[in-house]
């Protein structure tokens, strides 16, 4: 099995023919196949605006000599272009989206609408104090919800993604071991469960990485975890709850044994909507955890971003949070965009990125968090662990459960054991997922668990919807194991795509449009 | 609560399922202690819709809108006319609430945009490919230079005083823990010299043009004598729209653009979410952050689009990934593809024009007032002004007048008497009378 993360196939698989009629159009029904705008486009403009000729221009000589060679069209023609594109996707808003790690739940309209308000929206980044109180004090009001439901003191609100979190908190434990002198501090323990971005981050922040291996019950294995603890080691980076959907039981353990060894205890918050407004993550120990406002408070995943990923930090940490600072004085809010203005006893890092973060996600989050209230964003986090161990209480006679009975938090973890002998792979069970109108659960992550398949049903469902869910796969099981592999070879069959070829896409990468390209296509 | 769907019945119907009685016996793994109890959480209960958008809306009306006031602020972010048909399409529900396309048969709307959009930034910038965006101009510029210090196994990088301050400290944030970040100050409105400082050290020149100043760059002799001593030049810009009218990065030279997308398609959103371009040359694709998206076909031969080259990235690399990042700007992406779909060839072209004659025109109005000086000799849409008073309060008094004047230098780290004064098609020549008349009463 190649490694591979989320359910992506990793080839053609075999290549039946479908045995539908074909169609003069090419269309069929309300599949619509759709050209590239460079194949559409025809030099009609879809904005009017006036010809000005610049005959005296300021340019020192730099014009453009040749044309871009952009393809335009009117307005009309980029609607439907991109209406079509769309009927391609998947999407919450039309089913169940069961991609565990992930957190695909309801993303609530009014966020979009806040999101969108002049005040917000179209505000300038630079604009004066005077004319971004509201925006500052937006802000303010996002980081106490963000301190207060985590029970930690400090808040660093730039990073732009989980990721970008990660690698936030890791240079604030890198600058806060060389306030102290132990520079020298490189390794950084990291379980062999965790999602990919936290070896990359590690490695990216200048620390070796050493992985910590996982207990056969799903947890991490926290005597092997202190046993590599030493003076080198700068911190643990651990999910919780962990990528196979369980809390670490051993959490606070582990925390002061890092923090014994003079180390700091990152966690990566990916999973924080299992416990929000239930368990404060400032109580268990941890030091910097980024929250993933794009999963636990719904802000829209838009096809794979934008995000935002703010930092939370100890008492230890929070004098190391990067630049900007909020600070809030008799003049009302204001920005701090240097080490030499920032207030006593604040040793900034640097700087994550231009600017202060993912205002529109703010806004979203904010919108999300006072419509919930603390007592809904508790709900939704018992919703969501309820909905997955419903999910793993009804699947696991036919499916295979790697960690026995449960109860998981927010994500119910099967193996591939019951498709064993049944000619079925793991790949083909997801693909038939599509077949059956839902976007397959996560594949093969995480990577301690062979052929794992990590389902997030999340809050969002109805006890209806999850029966029906549970009824599909309860039926593909059954038939898989029965040897009835019909339905499975070559799925998905009625998806706008069958199987796509992601060995010649690496091996023969085409990245763009290109005339010359379209010409091979057609000999 | 309206966005959860399960009653207290489904409730008491799935825990007897599960075999539990109450709530909290799924999470026995919790420390003892660590369940808080609700009144922990000093914060409100929950709310109605008309409550919250009262609330917020309120503390948006606190804010001074860059389109209800003669605007002029840019440095790295710009106020453009978006079409209406933008911001309808990008809330398509197929596009707002899909995730990443990793399952291809059921995203190829998603994948087929970003190749679209993949190829229009390649055209923009000159460049041979392009990447499916990254988070920001800023976080572009940090993992090109990354990229260089990859490419070139080499740890220096001199970046340019042109180089927006905010992406200077971005770049030494993260690629400072690898090599010498050597920043180079600069007198505003002209260039300062880099090519005496590239040496067989050096990674990579980042210069910005049109500069954090205003100041369009040459970067054809950089590039020449980056690649004498074997750096690689890396084009950072920040005002998109420039590239209508302005001769490609690529065509100059350049190894490596990574810009902000923002004034295409993007509002601006009090500095995010924005779109990080990226481009760069072929022979350095396996080099490249971020993801991207190819062309292939299906099992039955039909042309498809799959995010490929994922041996580069975290997921399947881990802590040999090219980068960490795990994700782009998706919809931002998507706002940036269909405005430029709209715009073409004549529309860009168009758009370019009108916004350097309104700074042309602008530029001619200002400099004629006692105590201005305007410093920058060749611009796009934005110069600096040298002023008889210190830029931040001039800003503040005009802003209190209902005018947003354009971004104090003081504000980057830069003098106190200059001015960043930015122009894009949206300011109407009594806009612009206004500036000058406020500047004139301020100054005289």
Sequence with gaps: ?523 | MRYLPLTTEDRRAMMAKIGVSEIDALFRDVPDGAIAPLSAFNLPDTQGELEVDRALSRLAAKNIAAGSAPTFCGAGAYKHHVPSAVDHLIQRSEFLTSYTPYQPEIAQGTLQYLFEFQTQVALLTGMEVANASLYDGSTATAEAVLMAQRVTRRSKAILSGGLHPHYAETVETVAGLFGEMKRVPVSPGSAEDLIALIDEETACVVVQSPDVYGLIRNLRPIADAAHAKGALLIAVVTEIVSLGLLESPGAQGADIVAAEGQSIGNGLNFGGPYVGLFATREKFLRQMPGRLTGETVDAEGRRGFVLTLSTREQHIRREKATSNICTNSGLCTLAFTIHMTLLGEEGLSRLARLNHAKAVTLAALLGKLDGVQVLTPAFFNEFSLKLSRPAAAVVNALAAKGILAGVPASRLGGADDLLIVAVTETATDEDMAALAAALKEMLS
């Excluded at chain 1, 453009?64 to 209406?83: C, D, F, M, N, Q």
């Excluded at chain 1, 976007?439 to 668990?449: A, C, K, Q, R």
């Design chain 1, 1 to 523: 099995m190649s490694l591979n993360n989320q359910g992506r196939s990793t080839g053609a698989g075999s290549a039946e023919m479908a045995s539908t009629p074909t169609t003069i159009s090419g269309d069929r029904g309300l599949d619509h196949e759709e050209k590239l705008i460079f194949e559409l486009g025809h030099g009609a403009v879809g904005v009017d605006l006036p010809d000005v000729k610049v005959a005296d221009d300021r340019l020192g000589g730099m014009r453009r000599k040749g044309a871009v060679g952009l393809p335009g069209l009117s307005e009309p023609e980029t609607i439907r272009h991109y209406v079509r594109l769309s009927r391609n996707n998947y999407a919450i808003d039309s089913g169940l989206y069961p991609l565990g790690s992930c957190t695909m739940k309801h993303n609530p309209r009014l966020n979009e609408k806040m999101a969108r308000l002049p005040g917000f929206g179209d505000l300038h980044p630079l604009a004066p104090a005077s004319a971004t109180q509201g925006a500052l004090g937006l802000i303010s009001e996002l980081m106490k919800w963000l301190t207060t439901l985590t029970g930690m003191p400090a808040v660093a609100m730039s990073p732009k993604a989980g990721a970008h979190g990660e690698l936030c908190g890791l240079l604030a434990i890198r600058a806060a071991l060389e306030a102290r002198g132990e520079g020298h501090r490189k390794r950084i323990l990291v379980p062999e469960s965790a999602h990919g971005t936290n070896p990359a981050t590690a490695a990216f922040a200048g620390f070796t990485v050493d992985e910590v291996p996982a207990k056969p019950d799903g947890h991490v294995d926290a005597d092997a975890l202190e046993a590599k603890l030493g003076p080198d080691v700068a911190a643990i980076m651990l999910t919780n709850p962990n990528t196979c959907g369980l809390f670490e039981p051993r959490v606070k353990e582990m925390a002061d044994a890092v923090h014994k060894a003079g180390g700091y205890f990152y966690c990566d918050g990916a999973n924080f909507n299992a416990i929000a407004g239930k368990v404060r993550p400032g109580d268990l120990g941890i030091d910097a955890m980024h929250i993933n406002l794009h999963k636990t408070f719904s802000t829209p995943h838009g096809g794979g971003g934008p995000g935002a990923g703010p930092v939370v930090l100890s008492e230890r940490l929070a004098a190391f949070a990067p630049l900007p600072l909020l600070v809030h004085d008799a003049k009302g809010f204001r920005l701090v965009e240097t080490r030499a203005e920032a207030p006593e006893g604040a040793q900034p890092f640097g700087r994550m990125c231009a600017f202060h973060g993912q205002m529109g996600m703010f806004t979203r989050a904010l919108s999300y968090m006072l419509s919930h209230g603390r007592d809904g964003v508790r709900q939704a986090s018992e919703d969501a662990v309820l909905s997955a161990n419903y999910i793993l209480a009804s699947l696991k006679d036919v499916m295979s459960a790697p960690f026995g009975d449960g109860p998981c938090m927010h994500e119910a973890l099967f193996d591939d054991s019951f498709l064993e002998g049944s000619g079925v792979t793991t790949l083909d069970f997801a693909k038939a997922m599509i077949d059956e109108g839902y976007h397959p659960m996560t594949m093969y992550f995480p990577l301690v668990v062979h052929g794992a398949m990590l389902i997030e049903p999340t809050e969002s469902e109805s006890k209806e919807s999850l029966d029906r869910f549970i009824h599909v796969l309860r039926s593909l099981a059954l038939e898989a194991r029965a040897g009835q592999t019909a339905r499975f070879e070559g799925a998905p069959h009625y998806a706008p795509r069958r199987r796509l070829d992601e060995t010649l896409a690496a091996r023969k990468p085409v990245l763009r449009w290109k005339p010359d390209v379209l010409k091979e296509a057609a000999e």
